[in-house]
């Protein structure tokens, strides 16, 4: 069945309102009346329940899916666009501005169109004439002819600013065919894109207490154009963003939590979009704010429980070292983890990676002092003093760090990777024993120095053995002969 005269479709118009202008020009009454000749339940229609659609789409004579796309489901929730959910007051097929250019040019109110794009709540402005769309008062109206009567259509008011480029991404979406390189919004909903924009926007322009609802259309605009703007470059530019929401807040007490640190991003994400996945941006500030703060396993972040600690406070750090917190926090400006310069209750608002700190912390708690490295190593006093000024030797205190000079350590484990290097040599057969001696023997007869052997010989670019009867560096043997023939022909 197909209706004559027939009316052109418009695919920028709501399905609602193409179906009145229709029943307008073929009853001269309301959609209600076509829709009953059809045997289609009103209510049904109007909610967009997909079989009144496709039983509209069939009397009408248009294909089943164009119709559809200019659909919106409403449900007592919130309900659907082309099979992405939305929230209430998101997208509404109901009429509640309008852009008078746009109106003029449908021409006589018969012909008026109620754009798809005016249904969206970021949307206050026409894209195409550059001019604020025309708010009118709430009404159920779902089409032009019904909400604006015979009131006077309003007047166009100039937008100066540039149109947004969300604005552009959008009618792209929703009309185009999508950006082909758009890979990281293409997998999101429209939802998800602009009221993740919309919050990074309103926290970095208006603060950490704004009140989105509270700020007049223009500027609802444009922080949703400053946070799309950042949104749309992907996680790096949004986590960089995140950076700067932090670090402008005020809060600097230990136990401030997220909500003091991120504001209204991390209430809404946290309370206010429970009905509807948020998408990445919740994941994203939930990385951020274990990453930045001393969080307790078993704490629950943006729903989901955290299960390993990632980093401490210079309280909880002294707690899990049993270290106190004076001393600690000494030696943590000796290890160069925290400024030289900073005060005490600054490092106190600082957190530490945990697996780093912890290690380093208990390293350090064992540590063996230079004058007992020797022993350690199985070397002269002499070797381990070259050791350490080639670099081979690696102190748990940088050496460029505050008190370096009068408290060299190192960590156990550092040292037994040597020994176990050496360990790893093969071992010196009765073979080997006339042509190889100990390393020392080797310096002291021309081979070259004994910090650049050891480290050929761990590189693989000297030969030696290990002598099963010795220990440490004591036990390497090498070829002394071959050695110094290498050192003279170089």
């Known amino acids: 069945m197909t209706l004559w005269p027939s009316l052109p479709f418009d695919s920028e ?45 069939e009397g009408v004579g248009l294909p089943f899916e164009d119709i559809q796309r200019t659909s919106v489901r409403m449900l007592p929730w919130g309900g659907s666009f082309r099979s992405e959910p939305i929230s209430k007051g998101f997208l509404s097929p109901q009429v509640a501005c309008y852009c008078p250019a746009c109106l003029e040019e449908d021409g006589q109110r018969s012909r008026h169109k109620f754009r798809l794009l005016w249904g969206f709540r970021h949307v206050v402005r ?63 909903t429209i939802e998800q894109v602009l009221n993740a924009s919309e919050m990074l926007g309103c926290v970095l322009e208006h603060g950490h207490k704004v009140t989105p609802k509270k700020l007049s259309l223009p500027q609802t605009e444009e922080a949703t154009d400053i946070g799309f703007s950042i949104y749309s470059e992907g996680p790096e530019a949004i986590t960089e963003a995140l950076d700067t929401i932090r670090g402008t807040s005020r809060a600097k007490a230990v136990q401030a939590g997220p909500l003091a640190y991120y504001g209204k991003l991390f209430d809404w994400l946290d309370r206010r979009c429970n009905k509807i996945d948020p998408g990445p941006i919740r994941d994203l ?59 005490e209750v600054e490092s106190g608002g600082m957190v530490f990676e945990a697996a780093k700190t912890v290690s380093l912390i208990e390293a350090f708690k064992t540590a063996i002092l230079l004058k007992d490295v020797p022993e350690y190593l199985g070397a002269s006093k002499r070797q381990v003093e070259n050791l350490y000024r080639r670099g081979v030797l690696q102190p748990l205190i940088p050496r460029t760090a505050r008190g370096a000079v009068r408290h060299v350590v190192f960590g156990r484990e ?3 990777g040597i020994l176990k290097k050496i360990s790893e040599l093969p071992e010196m057969n009765e073979t080997e024993a006339g042509n190889f001696h100990p390393i020392s023997y080797a310096c002291q007869r021309g081979a070259g120095c004994f910090e650049d052997i050891l480290v050929d010989l761990f590189e693989g670019r000297v030969s030696g053995f290990r002598n099963r009867d010795q220990f440490g560096i004591g036990s390497i043997f090498v070829d002394v002969s071959a050695l110094v023939a290498t050192k003279k022909s170089a």
């Open 414 to 416: 550092h040292l037994d």
């Open 285 to 343: 500030l939930r990385d951020h704010i274990v990453k930045h703060s001393a969080v307790e396993p078993g704490t629950r972040v943006l729903g989901v429980e955290i299960t390993e600690r990632r980093y401490h406070t210079l309280s909880s750090l002294s707690e899990a070292v049993g270290v106190k917190r004076p001393r600690l926090s000494r030696l943590l400006k000796k290890m160069g983890e925290i400024p030289a310069d900073v005060s």
């Open 126 to 188: 026409c894209d195409r004439h550059n001019v604020w769309l025309t708010q009118i008062p709430p009404t159920k109206a779902n089409n032009m002819r019904m909400a604006l009567g015979d009131a006077p259509m309003g007047e166009r008011v100039a937008a100066t600013s540039e149109t947004p480029a969300y604005l552009s991404w959008l009618r792209e979406r929703v009309h185009g065919h999508g950006s082909p390189n758009d890979k990281w919004l293409a997998k999101q």
């Open 13 to 57: 118009e709501t399905l609602l309102s193409y179906a009145d202008r229709l029943a307008m020009m073929h009853t001269g009454r309301g959609m209600g009346r076509l829709l009953k000749d059809f045997g289609i339940n009103v209510e049904h229609f109007t909610s967009g329940r997909e079989e009144a659609v496709a039983a509209f789409a």
